[in-house]
């Protein structure tokens, strides 16, 4: 399809016309060849189409552009001429590609173009133009595989168009799809050509001047059908208006599915709107089917149907997660658990006791699963395998516990191998601090059984009577020692304001120190009868008489006197009395 000449060189002019009598249509018909066929442009100018049949023309490919020239201005004259005379019509642009890139817009181009038309033959890739002399195979081989992997997906039937020489220098082995090869002469050379274009100086009937003729080897007639299924290469397609029909097909009250290249689907099909089964015969099963060992059901547009399913008054399950396959016996669905009789898979309902463990189901067939109220009482049924749970139920943050006799949830205290445990109205196991009537107990968070005595480190540490468990505040002696609880039960450690007097608890255990207490700014001393801080005081600790004076620390290396009483105090705090009467011991 290269541009006509305006002026062919003078030393051509009596071979080209020898050639135009030798290749314009007569009565010689190139052998072999399944039809004969023309391309056209606005270089043809005006064309009588109703007079090009009568050459034996059956076919046609028009010039639809290029990215220079814009739309071809006799294109749609063209098509509609050509098509109103019988003539199949393809088309074809003109490449000025360069690139990959290039070649994928050319084609979505040309697909604009023609898109409201009606093409039913080939759509060519004219790539033959010194701009892509230049490129090597690899690129020229993968543009043209690009241009018609476009054409191709639109449903058109793609063709690479090129000179004889262009496709030995410029084309690979890779490429995917047929050609249609100029090669002026009296055969085409290259192996496996499609279409053969002889000649750029035909003669046919309508067209004034010269025009192209190619004579087609492979049978796009009967290949590019107007409506229906076709077979080739071990595929089959389906077409409408010309065009491979991609996707869902209706046609004659059955559906079909032909996948991304066209190729009619068979077997088992999923796509976005659900699964099918297709028949060898393609078409898509509906209804209750068997297919192979197993029966499946399938909707009026032929989709598998998964979950409940009534037929003849009866309900049967097919599990979406198995295939869709129909279920008897157990089956778990989002609803809960099921059982469908072995026999023939009708849903079953009511209570049941299965393989020695109680189940318990709906009016619908659904298998009652977690807490159920039952006469009042509360009963567990695992939603694992939906059988009634006895005994320790849950994890440490929601615990409870279920009678081993019937099954029903416990509350209050209970006592369990041994141990106390307490729940909630709700059934729930508590754990921690928890308030019972007037008394505020201790439960283990790990194992939610009763704790007394000391509990938590010295931060955080509180005692539970071992008596009754509940928790202690105050000032409480405890295996011999005294300790001070806050009104919330926490121990208090350090100086400690207890009725009017101060008393000293020690950080590291919490009891109460009585005797001399090293501070950060000095000595301190408390009463070893009854522990309050001694201030202003002299007393007796561990033998030793000592003086304190009024901000409570421990008199050294100086005289001390306690109302009428004068003691010297040394360097280690002893006091000596000068003056009667002795202190007593505190």
């Not at 007079?51 to 020239?69: C, D, H, L, Q, R």
């Not at 445990?421 to 439960?443: C, L, R």
């Amino acid at each position: 399809m290269k541009k006509l000449n305006k002026l062919f060189r003078l030393t051509k002019t009596i071979l080209a016309l020898s050639l135009v009598a030798a290749l314009s249509l007569s009565s010689t018909v190139v052998a072999n060849a399944a039809s004969l066929g023309i391309d056209v442009s606005k270089y043809q100018g005006g064309i009588n189409w109703g007079a090009v049949p009568s050459s034996g023309v059956t076919y046609a490919f028009i010039k639809a552009g290029s990215t220079k020239s814009g739309v071809d201005p006799a294109f749609a004259a063209n098509v509609a001429g050509a098509q109103a005379a019988g003539i199949r019509t393809g088309v074809y642009i003109y490449s000025y590609a360069t690139s990959v890139e290039g070649a994928v817009n050319e084609a979505n181009l040309l697909l604009q173009w023609i898109e409201g038309y009606n093409i039913n033959f080939p759509v060519a890739f004219d790539i033959e133009d010194k701009v892509q002399k230049g490129l090597d195979a690899n690129t020229v081989t993968a543009m043209c595989n690009a241009f018609c992997d476009v054409i191709a997906a639109a449903g058109y039937h793609p063709i690479v168009y090129t000179g004889a020489n262009f496709y030995r220098a410029h084309m690979t082995p890779a490429l995917r799809y047929d050609i249609w090869i100029a090669q002026y002469g009296k055969a085409c050379e290259i192996p496996g050509h499609a279409i053969w274009q002889s000649t750029h100086q035909g003669s046919i009937a309508g067209i004034a001047g010269n025009v192209d003729i190619n004579y087609m080897y492979k049978d796009y007639h009967n290949m590019i059908i107007p409506v229906g299924f076709a077979q080739r290469d071990g595929f089959t397609y389906f077409y409408n208006n010309y065009r491979i029909q991609f996707g869902w097909v209706d046609f004659n009250g059955a559906r079909y599915h032909m996948d991304a290249q066209g190729h009619m689907n068979t077997d088992w099909f999923t796509d976005e709107s659900g699964t099918y089964y297709l028949a060898a015969d393609g078409h898509a099963l509906v209804g209750q089917n068997q297919v192979g060992p197993d029966r499946y059901y399938f909707d009026e547009a032929g989709r598998i149907q998964s979950g409940w399913i009534t037929v003849a008054d009866n309900q049967y399950f097919y599990d979406g997660n198995n295939g869709c396959r129909m279920v008897t016996g157990w089956y778990n669905d989002e609803t809960g658990r099921h059982y469908l009789f072995p026999a023939d898979g009708h849903l079953v309902k009511g209570s049941i006791n299965i393989d020695n463990k109680d189940y318990l189901f709906s009016a619908e067939g659904s298998m009652l699963t977690d807490w159920q109220t039952v006469n009042g009482l509360k009963f567990y049924y695992n939603p694992a395998d939906g059988a009634m749970v006895r005994g320790w139920l849950g994890d440490i943050a929601n615990r409870y516990y279920l009678s081993p006799v019937d099954g029903h949830m416990v509350t209050g205290y209970q006592n369990i191998e041994n141990a106390n445990y307490y729940f909630n109205e709700n059934g729930v196991m508590q754990t921690g601090m928890v308030q019972i009537a007037d008394g505020t107990f201790y439960f283990d968070p790990n194992t939610g059984a009763q704790q007394t005595g000391f509990i938590g480190d010295m931060t955080n540490r509180y005692y539970f009577n071992t008596a009754d468990g509940r928790m202690v505040t105050g000032v409480q002696t405890i295996n011999g020692q005294t300790y001070c609880f806050d009104g919330n039960g926490k121990m208090t450690v350090g100086w400690q304001n207890i009725g009017g007097a101060n008393f000293y608890f020690n950080p590291a255990d919490g009891s109460m120190v009585k005797g001399l207490i090293q501070g950060p700014d000095g000595v301190y001393g408390t009463s070893e009868a009854d522990g309050h801080q001694l201030v202003n005081e002299a007393a007796v600790i561990a033998g030793v008489a000592r003086c304190f004076g009024g901000d409570g620390k421990l008199v050294i290396n100086a005289p001390y006197t306690i109302g009428e009483a004068v003691y010297i105090c040394d360097a280690n705090g002893v006091a000596v009395p000068v003056t009667p009467p002795a202190p007593a011991a505190q």
